[in-house]
């Protein structure tokens, strides 16, 4: 086999294809390389069936985490066309080119399968002016729904579309980068490739690898933040004027007592919750479906409250993974408590479960939060779930049930300049492994920002 390609892509996520099809778009003639640790999208499977494998098994790759598509092939598909959140790329390249890479991405998903779905907008909301009267602040931003169906379609297209002109090298994790005197080699398994341009897109999973790259070739890293908090689960008719209008309405609260900022993530319409696997610890995440048949009676949302730490501690994400550790110890996994039970300060039990109104979409073991989560993360919750009541009543029911824990871990966040450029020259390092997105849309975007980067620098 060639080893020798002028641009090598580490990790085939959002950022690694769309940096590639962009090339193949701009530069036919290039030979461009793809180096993912996990599956193609046909052979990404799970094996939690709840049914013989109830719990994750510790597979070599994560199909959830890892393979083509990288850790967004099975979500929500939610692209949010925002500056607001997802990513701090418009630092980089500015508000304006921000927007219109995320739009450009759009556009590539809507003619790949996309076509038809909705795109939600916040401007001009009633809810706006809702939310501001109950000390809620409803962000900016254009949502387009994929759905969990049709993002696969979507991924399933643009693969046709570039497998004969970019290649694929799949189940080969990159092990390590080394800087030649032009260009860049990188080691794997069986052997070494070698590149003139070299971007790399590892996205969380990868997070702990990029720390050793960033290491070996002294590229400085900053890391200081991880979020936490729980899974909300409630009626979807509760929810049903905010996500008809808005599908996911992105709200941030500040707590009166201790002005802690605390926030709703990734809402799901008629979802269901799922269990989420990082480095061996069960947190909780949330899917929903465009497909009717596959849709619930619930809606569910995360409500997080981000944690910035200060000298001399620097592992944020240890101290998050620490606290889901706790919940895996007491639950045995995720654990699931009515809001009257937290609020009467007592555990939930299966009893209280059952004869709730609110039938759980994820098996999980009730319990106590309040075991888990420290004081002033699930006051700010309980602070925040009264506010959204005020704008969606029935949001601070008793049986309105919560998952604990989630966890958004942040990867730390690599030096690069306004072209996402590390130190070295043509060594880019693009998508959530840079800390520069933690998004779809921000990620999607940065890899098509370093495609046209070197397609520039090639003339
Ligand atoms: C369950 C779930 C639901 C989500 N839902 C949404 C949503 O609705 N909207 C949204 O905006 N965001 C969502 N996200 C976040 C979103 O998926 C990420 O922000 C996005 O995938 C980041 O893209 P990326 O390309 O930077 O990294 P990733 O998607 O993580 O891709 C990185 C790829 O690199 C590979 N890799 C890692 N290390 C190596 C190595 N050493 N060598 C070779 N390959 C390597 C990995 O296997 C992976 O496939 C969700 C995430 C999860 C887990």
Excluded at 313 to 339: C, H, P, T, W
Aim: some cysteine; glycine content about 10%.
């Amino acid at each position: 086999m060639n080893t020798n390609f002028d641009v090598i892509i580490i990790g085939a996520g959002p950022g690694g294809i769309f940096a590639a099809y962009e090339l193949m778009k701009l530069k036919p003639e290039l030979s461009v390389a793809v180096f993912e640790s996990g599956n193609p999208l046909e052979k990404r499977k799970c094996p939690i069936d709840g049914d013989k494998i109830k719990s994750c098994i510790n597979c070599p790759t994560c199909s959830i985490m890892s393979g083509f598509g990288g850790a967004g092939a099975f979500s929500d598909g939610k692209y949010n066309i925002t500056n607001a959140f997802g990513g701090t790329l418009y630092e980089h390249v500015g508000r304006d080119a921000a927007t219109d890479l995320m739009k450009y991405v759009d556009n590539i998903n809507m003619t790949h399968g996309g076509e038809g779905t909705k795109l939600y907008t916040t401007s001009g909301s009633e809810f706006k002016k809702k939310c501001i009267q109950s000390r809620l602040t409803l962000l900016d931003a254009s949502v387009r729904h994929l759905g969990t169906d049709k993002n696969y379609v979507v991924l399933e297209n643009i693969y046709k579309e570039m497998k004969d002109k970019v290649q694929f090298f799949f189940r080969t994790p990159v092990e390590k980068v080394r800087k030649l005197d032009d260009g860049y080699e990188v080691d794997y398994k069986d052997g070494t490739a070698s590149c003139k341009y070299c971007v790399i897109s590892v996205g969380r999973s990868g997070s702990k690898w990029m720390k050793t790259v960033c290491d070996d070739l002294q590229i400085p890293t900053k890391s200081n933040r991880v979020d936490l908090g729980v899974r909300v689960e409630l009626p979807a008719v509760v929810f049903e004027d905010i996500t008809n209008a808005l599908y996911e309405g992105k709200i941030v609260y500040q707590t009166q007592k201790f002005e802690d900022n605390v926030r709703t993530f990734c809402m799901n319409p008629h979802g269901a919750v799922v269990n989420e696997n990082t480095n061996g610890i069960i947190t909780v995440n949330g899917h929903s479906y465009e497909d009717p048949s596959l849709q619930t009676e619930n809606t569910n949302f995360a409500l997080l409250v981000s944690k910035h730490f200060s000298e001399p501690f620097k592992d944020s994400n240890g101290y998050g993974e620490s606290i889901a550790r706790l919940s895996n110890m007491l639950g045995g996994g995720v654990i699931v408590q009515r809001f009257g039970d937290l609020e009467r300060g007592r555990r939930s039990t299966v009893k209280r479960i059952e004869e709730g109104t609110v039938r759980p979409t994820l098996k999980a073991t009730p319990g106590d939060l309040s075991l888990v989560l420290p004081k002033r993360i699930l006051d700010g919750i309980i602070e925040m779930i009264y506010a959204l009541d005020k704008i969606a009543p029935g949001t601070a029911n008793d049986d309105t049930l919560l998952y604990g824990v989630e966890v958004k871990f942040y990867n730390m966040e690599v030096a690069v300049d306004e072209k996402l450029e590390t130190i070295y020259p043509d060594l880019f390092c693009i998508g959530d492994g840079s800390g520069v997105t933690h998004s779809l849309s921000h990620a999607s975007a940065s890899g098509v920002h370093v495609a046209r980067e070197i397609a520039k620098r090639l003339g």
